[in-house]
């Protein structure tokens, strides 16, 4: 993969990890507000639009998983030999640290 497809990828990825915080953070200010409110309806749309949310985490991931393939042969590999189930949240965290941080390293 060229350095600008990975920049790309990497700036779409960013982009997308924006809009799920601000659509959390707008779920969280209207979930918060209708327990204050006592506001029942408000509440049900909350938790509609939290589907909305889980598509997004999700695309994140596969995303994600996509470029840690693609850039990290050795992460690919091991990440092949197990299912993705196996792997919690946090590892795939970590492994999106690591690959961020190998590329800023390697622009240094």
């Given at each position: 993969m060229a350095r600008t497809v990975l920049d790309k990828e990497l700036q779409e990825l960013?982009?997308?990890?924006?809009r799920l915080g601000s659509l959390v953070d707008?779920?969280?200010?209207?979930a918060l507000d209708s327990l204050e409110t006592g506001d029942?309806?408000?509440a049900g749309?909350?938790?509609?639009?939290?589907?909305g949310i889980d598509i997004l985490r999700a695309a994140?991931?596969?995303?994600?998983i996509r470029?840690?393939?693609l850039q990290q042969?050795?992460?690919g590999a091991i990440c092949?030999?197990?299912p993705r189930h196996s792997l919690s949240r946090a590892t795939w965290s970590v492994l999106v640290m690591e690959l961020l941080a190998s590329r800023r390293s390697s622009c240094a």
């Amino acid at each position: 993969m060229a350095r600008t497809v990975l920049d790309k990828e990497l700036q779409e990825l960013d982009e997308q990890i924006l809009r799920l915080g601000s659509l959390v953070d707008d779920a969280l200010a209207k979930a918060l507000d209708s327990l204050e409110t006592g506001d029942i309806a408000k509440a049900g749309l909350v938790i509609e639009a939290d589907a909305g949310i889980d598509i997004l985490r999700a695309a994140i991931e596969e995303h994600t998983i996509r470029l840690l393939t693609l850039q990290q042969p050795l992460v690919g590999a091991i990440c092949a030999t197990l299912p993705r189930h196996s792997l919690s949240r946090a590892t795939w965290s970590v492994l999106v640290m690591e690959l961020l941080a190998s590329r800023r390293s390697s622009c240094a």
